[in-house]
């Protein structure tokens, strides 16, 4: 739910959901930041309530927030928004990455040791059974 990349701080934060309704907690456990800035996957709609400390930046594509965690040691910082619970959640696009195959067969061991499973279309795994 936390865009990745989007909190570079240490932060502690803790997500609600009930209904249509986001409650979002914030602390910095380091007590040294000055600021942090967080990013959640979600589109926000309207801010029903929020601590003084806590700016909202933006709520559409995705809920982005600024809380001035100075001199708070430790303490949380809340804010509260209505959500869209239907609403697609917002990806970024992220670039294919296509990796090459280093093999293409598997051997068991013991009375299996000899034996080449490479044209299997499956992959027995403990007592599953993977298909490809």
């Given at each position: 739910?936390?865009?990745?990349?989007?909190g570079?701080?240490?932060?502690?934060?803790?997500?609600?959901?009930?209904?249509?309704?986001?409650?979002?907690?914030?602390?910095?456990?380091?007590?040294?930041?000055?600021?942090?800035?967080?990013?959640?996957?979600?589109?926000?709609?309207?801010?029903?309530?929020?601590?003084?400390?806590?700016?909202?930046?933006?709520?559409?594509?995705?809920?982005?927030?600024?809380?001035?965690?100075?001199?708070?040691?430790?303490?949380?910082?809340?804010?509260?928004?209505?959500?869209d619970?239907?609403?697609?959640?917002?990806?970024?696009?992220?670039?294919?990455?296509?990796?090459?195959?280093?093999?293409?067969?598997?051997?068991?061991?013991?009375?299996?040791?000899?034996?080449?499973?490479?044209?299997?279309?499956?992959?027995?795994?403990?007592?599953?059974?993977?298909v490809?």
């Open positions: 739910m936390l865009r990745k990349g989007a570079q701080q240490p932060a502690s934060v803790i997500v609600k959901e009930e209904g249509n309704e986001l409650t979002v907690s914030v602390s910095d456990p380091t007590k040294n930041q000055g600021s942090l800035i967080l990013e959640i996957d979600k589109p926000g709609f309207e801010v029903l309530s929020k601590s003084d400390t806590v700016t909202v930046l933006g709520t559409s594509p995705t809920i982005q927030l600024k809380v001035n965690a100075a001199g708070s040691l430790g303490t949380a910082h809340q804010v509260k928004l209505t959500y619970a239907e609403a697609p959640v917002y990806f970024s696009p992220v670039q294919d990455e296509q990796l090459a195959p280093i093999a293409d067969a598997f051997v068991w061991d013991g009375a299996n040791a000899n034996t080449n499973f490479g044209s299997s279309t499956y992959l027995v795994r403990g007592r599953a059974a993977i490809f």
